[in-house]
C-alpha cells in the first residue's frame, strides 16, 4: 500500500513539476513593451539609410530607398522593356504613401519599412498581427520567436525573429504573402539582411539589399510630397517585378 501510494505521489509529483516548468513558458516570451525595447536596442538609432534593392530574374529592375526625418522615399527604375529607362516615385509615412510620380502609379510600401517600422509593436499590429498569441519554433533550424501565430500556423499574419538577436526573419501577411530575409551580416554596427524572398501564392521573387549609406544627413526635401507631386518625366511601370511588388506589398491601411 505504502508503495502504491508511493508511486501515485511519485508521479503527481512529476507531473507537478513539468506543469511548473512547461505553462509558464508563456511568461518568459517578450511582452509588447518588451519586444519594442528590443527592437529599439537593436534598430532604434537606424534612424535614417539609403539601400538599393535588385532583383536576379530582373537584372535591368532596381529599387532605391531612402528613409529619414519619419519618412521614406523609393524609387523604382527599369530599363527591362525598351531602351529607355522608366522611373516611378513614391513618398510615405510609416505604412502610407501620400504621393507618387506619376499619380496613380499604385506603389507599395518598401519591403525594407515592414522589416524595420518606426513603431514596431504598434506598427505590426495595424497590419493584422494580433499581439495575443506568441510562441517558439523553429525557422530553418534557427531557433526563433513568433510574434502573431504559433508554430504550424502559416496563414495568421505574423513575424519571426531570430530567438538570439532579434533579426526578423519571416513575416507573413496573409496566407498568400509572406516575406523572408535571408543572409544577415554586421554594417555600420547593425544586423541587416543582404537577401530575401518574397511569395505570392506559388510565384516567388529573390532580392538582393546593397546598403549605400546608414544614419546619413538626408535632406528633408527628399521626403516632400509637394516636390514629388511635381515631378515630370515619371511613368507607371509595367515589368513582371513591379507588378509582383504591387500583390506582394499592398497594405489594406
Known sequence: MFLKNLNTYLI?????????VCSPARAFFPSDMELDEIMYQKYGTLTSYEAVLTFPSEPETSITIFRGHDHWQQTFTSSANSNSTVISKVVGQYFK?????????????????????????????????SNATRSYGFYDDTPAFVFGARQGDDSSPQI????????????????ERMITFGTYSKFAGFMLPHTGTMTVGEEVLDFKIEWKGIRKKISPSVFSAAAIKKESGCVIASTPVYEFLKKCLKLNN
Open 12 to 20: 503527481f509529483t512529476v507531473l507537478a513539476v513539468t506543469l511548473l
Open 160 to 175: 519571426w525573429f531570430n530567438n538570439e538577436n532579434f533579426a526578423p526573419l519571416k513575416i507573413v501577411l496573409d496566407e
Open 97 to 129: 504613401p501620400i504621393a507618387q510620380c506619376p499619380a496613380g502609379s499604385d506603389m507599395p510600401v518598401p519591403v525594407l519599412q515592414l522589416w524595420s517600422p518606426d513603431d514596431p509593436v504598434s506598427d505590426w499590429m495595424s497590419i493584422g498581427i
